[in-house]
């Protein structure tokens, strides 16, 4: 069932990575970013204006080094990655990592109570939680799985490739 759906993904020196849904594998290939490399004899899929099989392996153009790759353990440096640097209550270029609810409150060190934080909002917000600060997080904190820890490694290269002046937050 699932593996109908489900298309893996292969670094571009063939090692697998993860797998990805169906629509994320056609929109991987349209947009040049994976080749693919296996798919059902009969089945075929329509998406914008193209007609292709339906991919059950595709393999990434680019090799990307993927920060986690299974149940990713806990870690500042993973977070800021997650967040892909950006910091949970104003957007802007994020260096540190806050506690959703704080360790004085009982707050864990787990992916779902750290989010990204510039040291501007971590320093304002203090050991309060979002709501007794009134700074609404922009989004909430998830778990990394081995598919999004790929599709934001893809996505990262595209950050590092801009031009350093438009990477700059706009602070
Ligand atoms: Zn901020």
Not at 78 to 104: E, F, I, K, M, N
Not at 122 to 132: G, S
Not at 138 to 159: I, S, V, Y
Request: overall charge positive; some cysteine; glycine content about 4%.
């Amino acid at each position: 069932m699932g593996e109908m759906r489900d298309t893996l993904v292969l670094n571009a020196s063939f090692e697998p990575l993860s797998t990805v849904t169906l629509n994320r594998a056609v929109v991987l290939v349209l947009q040049d970013k994976a080749v693919v490399e296996q798919s059902h004899p009969a089945l075929r899929v329509r998406a914008a204006t193209v007609e292709l099989p339906v991919p059950r392996v595709i393999r990434l153009c680019r090799y990307v080094r993927v920060p986690f790759r299974r149940r990713a353990p806990w870690s500042r440096r993973g977070v800021l990655v997650r967040d892909q640097h950006r910091c949970a209550y104003c957007g802007r270029r994020a260096t540190t990592v806050d506690h959703v609810v704080p360790r004085s409150q009982g707050g864990a060190d787990s992916w779902l109570n750290t989010v990204a934080s510039c040291a501007m909002d971590n320093h304002r917000k203090a050991d309060r939680t979002p709501e007794q600060a009134g700074m609404p997080l922009l989004r909430q904190p998830f778990e990394p799985t081995p598919a999004n820890a790929m599709l934001l490694a893809l996505g990262r290269e595209d950050f590092e490739a801009l031009p350093d002046w438009l990477a700059q937050p706009a602070a």
